[in-house]
């Protein structure tokens, strides 16, 4: 048996795993076209046919819509515009409450505080990671406007249960399925099923352009309004002759006729680097299920997972060693992704910080340094550690996450992957000494 490499052993892989990217030639003789062009964005910000965007950027979205078999497709800078930009159309109002997740990147929660209105977190299923029904019926006031819903890790939400809550108590979805493009619940596709949703294109997600992001809708009238509140509102509203001024104060958050290129190619291969994840996850599973300290967590029926990352519940009690230490030891066996080598070693303990613990949150200092927008919140929002319980045992104690699923990784490197599991496990006495 030989000796840990976190005790200065030989580590089970020494070469970097294989990079993945889907940038090919596709997308450059794609990009060159644009370029030779000259236009690189055909964005005007006033009351114009151009207000709408270019060539590439107009075919970007409509492809979009096509696939996704939804009405209205708003191209977009960025995911984190997309939730700002959807939170302004559906009229939000400072001091409305919109209940989040804890468990996301951090603007699928701070969003709301754009507009001075107040993030109430709600607690997660304890076994998909995503608000539940529960406690998102907990947390329903009558101040409360939205949910904002993220397909955590690649799975959709339940999207049945909730939506119906959310119709009777006469609350808007947004749904971030930004981690879960082609993710599907009963044969839709992730993104559909709230009244906005939104996708992301930067770097790290399954498809990319650099940066970028997506906004879908079935309403003609949200639609109009993210157009406006993407480019300029305020100056293209009196010539488009709509008249509800609410959150008509509009940004740039256009996307250039670059990255649409991009994503038009991107959109081509999507379902193959999905197919590969799935593969990968399949082997990964059927090979990590002999440890009985993992367990792999349960899906919600009705779905298919997209995977953008792998998340399972490490159980101290099996194994006898604290997870923290258990993930140290695993990296120090293991190496980075090529190409993201600066990125470190692609498995975490937990994911991220329960976002209420963030200095934000903690201090209630947003927007300016008076506790705007917190003070205009009718009851007293708790961001106190302690008060999503089930997201706080996943992140401190017993969730682990990974990407050595990625479409670029071969079954003799996720091998690599679980031999270090099993080279930790069965030198689990050494690392409680
Ligand atoms: C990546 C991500 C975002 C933000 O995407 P950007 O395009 O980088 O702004 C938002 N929500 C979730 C769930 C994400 O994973």
Same mark, same amino acid.
């Given at each position: 048996?030989?000796?840990?490499?976190?005790?200065?052993?030989p580590k089970?892989?020494?070469?970097?795993?294989?990079?993945?990217?889907? /940038?090919?030639?596709?997308?450059?003789?794609?990009?060159?076209? =644009?370029?030779?062009?000259? *236009? +690189?964005s055909?964005?005007? #910000?006033?009351?114009?046919?151009q207000h709408?965007g270019?060539?590439?950027?107009?075919e970007?979205?409509?492809?979009?819509?096509?696939v996704?078999?939804?009405k209205?497709?708003?191209?977009?800078?960025?995911?984190s515009?997309?939730?700002?930009?959807?939170?302004?159309a559906?009229?939000?109002?400072?001091?409305?409450?919109?209940?989040v997740?804890?468990?996301?990147?951090?603007?699928s929660?701070?969003?709301?505080?754009?507009y001075?209105a107040?993030?109430?977190?709600?607690?997660?299923?304890?076994?998909t990671?995503?608000?539940s029904?529960?406690?998102i019926?907990?947390?329903?006031?009558?101040?409360?406007k939205?949910? /904002?819903?993220?397909?955590?890790?690649?799975?959709?939400?339940? =999207?049945d249960?909730?939506n *119906? +809550?959310?119709?009777?108590k #006469?609350?808007?979805?947004?749904?971030?399925?930004?981690?879960?493009?082609m993710?599907?619940?009963?044969?839709n596709?992730?993104?559909?099923?709230g009244?906005?949703?939104?996708?992301?294109?930067n770097?790290?997600?399954h498809?990319?352009?650099?940066?970028g992001?997506?906004?879908?809708?079935?309403?003609k009238?949200?639609?109009?309004?993210?157009?406006?509140?993407?480019?300029?509102?305020?100056?293209?509203?009196?010539?488009?002759?709509?008249?509800?001024?609410?959150?008509?104060?509009?940004?740039?958050?256009?996307?250039?006729?670059?990255?649409?290129?991009?994503?038009?190619?991107?959109?081509?291969?999507?379902?193959?680097?999905?197919?590969?994840?799935?593969?990968?996850?399949?082997?990964?599973?059927?090979?990590i *299920?002999?440890?009985d300290?993992?367990n792999?967590?349960h899906?919600?029926?009705d779905i298919?997972?997209?995977?953008?990352?792998?998340?399972?519940?490490?159980?101290?009690?099996?194994?006898?060693?604290?997870?923290?230490k258990?993930?140290?030891?695993?990296?120090?066996?293991?190496?980075?992704?090529?190409?993201?080598?600066?990125e470190g070693?692609?498995?975490?303990?937990?994911?991220?910080?329960?976002?209420?613990?963030?200095?934000?949150?903690?201090?209630?200092?947003?927007?300016?340094?008076?506790?705007?927008?917190?003070?205009?919140?009718?009851?007293?929002?708790?961001?106190?550690?302690?008060s999503?319980?089930?997201?706080?045992e996943?992140?401190?104690k017993?969730?682990?996450c990974?990407?050595?699923?990625?479409?670029?990784?071969?079954?003799?490197?996720?091998?690599?992957?679980?031999?270090?599991?099993?080279?930790?496990?069965?030198?689990r006495?050494a690392?409680?000494?």
């Open positions: 048996m030989s000796k840990l490499a976190l005790y200065g052993g089970i892989r020494s070469q970097y795993f294989p990079g993945y990217n889907t /940038i090919g030639n596709e997308e450059m003789d794609s990009v060159q076209k =644009v370029m030779k062009s000259g *236009k +690189l055909a964005f005007i #910000g006033g009351w114009h046919p709408f270019g060539e590439k950027v107009q970007f979205e409509r492809s979009w819509s096509e996704f078999s939804i209205y497709s708003v191209s977009v800078n960025s995911a515009s997309a939730l700002i930009i959807a939170l302004g559906i009229g939000i109002e400072p001091g409305d409450e919109v209940i997740t804890p468990y996301s990147m951090c603007i929660a701070t969003a709301p505080l754009f001075g107040i993030p109430v977190f709600a607690d997660l299923d304890s076994e990671f995503i608000l029904y529960e406690e019926e907990k947390k329903i006031t009558r101040r409360t939205a949910i /904002i819903i993220v397909d955590i890790f690649g799975q959709p939400y339940e =999207v249960r909730i *119906k +809550l959310a119709k009777d #006469g609350l808007y979805i947004i749904e971030d399925a930004s981690q879960a493009p993710a599907k619940y009963k044969n596709y992730a993104g559909t099923f009244d906005l949703g939104i996708f992301s294109f770097y790290h997600k498809i990319h352009t650099g940066e992001g997506m906004i879908v809708t079935r309403s009238e949200l639609e109009e309004r993210c157009q406006y509140i993407r480019n300029h509102a305020e100056a293209v509203i009196e010539g488009s002759g709509h008249e509800n001024l609410v959150n008509m104060l509009g940004y740039n958050m256009r996307m250039g006729e670059i990255e649409a290129a991009i994503g038009l190619e991107q959109m081509k291969k999507i379902d193959d680097l999905i197919s590969k994840r799935l593969e990968n996850v399949q082997y990964f599973e059927d090979e *299920k002999k440890f300290f993992v792999i967590y899906k919600n029926t298919t997972h997209v995977y953008y990352k792998h998340a399972f519940r490490y159980r101290e009690d099996k194994i006898g060693v604290h997870r923290n258990f993930v140290e030891a695993l990296k120090a066996e293991l190496m980075p992704f090529e190409l993201r080598e600066e070693i692609s498995i975490s303990a937990g994911y991220v910080k329960p976002l209420y613990l963030l200095p934000l949150f903690q201090q209630k200092i947003a927007i300016g340094s008076k506790g705007y927008p917190f003070n205009q919140a009718k009851s007293e929002p708790n961001y106190k550690l302690g999503c319980p089930i997201v706080e996943a992140h401190f017993s969730l682990i990974h990407e050595f699923i990625v479409p670029s990784m071969k079954k003799e490197d996720i091998d690599d992957v679980v031999n270090a599991f099993e080279k930790v496990y069965d030198n006495e690392l409680n000494e």
